[in-house]
């Protein structure tokens, strides 16, 4: 159900609940979707394992010669990467309730998400550059630790693309014209 709703406003703060405003843009109706806390335990298992492998293969580069085959490899690795963050957008906001606001507040809502907007496409251009920056790295030297970098970071930024979709854009800028 979430890919047919456009995100308009984010909460994202440690002292309150955090949650996130749809807008189905066929029915006008507005959901909540509720973000649920944070694991820490899993968090820093995870970390300390990734830090773990990652010793491991240190200096391990991956021995790619040909072009065509690197390519090929770069391509499957950011169709993965694209998939899997928008897996994990979906679970993250698989939680989705309508909720009933007068016009006024979903107003205001609106105005509050498009001075986020600025911050969201800063993030979402910043991890581009840093992507493209991790990926040339690795074509130079075939390390894996820039192939792993990279995974992550298309990772994100697919999860971050997922909450800039064009309607989003088209829901604010009907708002400046009105």
């Known amino acids: 159900m979430v890919t047919k709703l456009t995100p308009f406003y984010r909460v994202l703060d440690k002292n309150k609940e955090g949650y996130t405003l749809f ?26 394992l990734t830090i773990i492998v990652l010793r491991r293969f240190v200096s391990f580069h991956i021995p790619i010669e040909n072009t065509l085959v690197l390519i090929a490899f770069i391509i499957v690795e950011a169709f ?23 016009p006024e507040t979903i107003e205001t809502y609106i105005e509050r998400g498009k001075k986020s907007l600025k911050i969201e496409l800063g993030v979402a251009i910043g991890l581009f550059i ?49």
């Open 130 to 178: 840093v992507y493209i920056i991790s990926i040339a790295l690795f074509v130079y030297d075939k390390w894996l630790i820039w192939n792993v970098l990279s995974l992550f970071l298309i990772s994100i930024l697919s999860i971050t693309l997922c909450a800039l979709p064009i309607h989003r854009f088209k829901l604010y800028q009907k708002r400046n014209d009105s």
């Open 80 to 102: 993965i990467g694209v998939v899997l963050g928008r897996l994990i957008y979906k679970y993250y906001y698989n939680n989705v309730t309508e909720v009933f606001y007068s």
């Open 23 to 48: 807008i189905d843009k066929e029915e006008e109706r507005v959901y909540k979707s509720i973000h649920s806390p944070s694991n820490q335990v899993v968090f820093w298992v995870l970390f300390f």
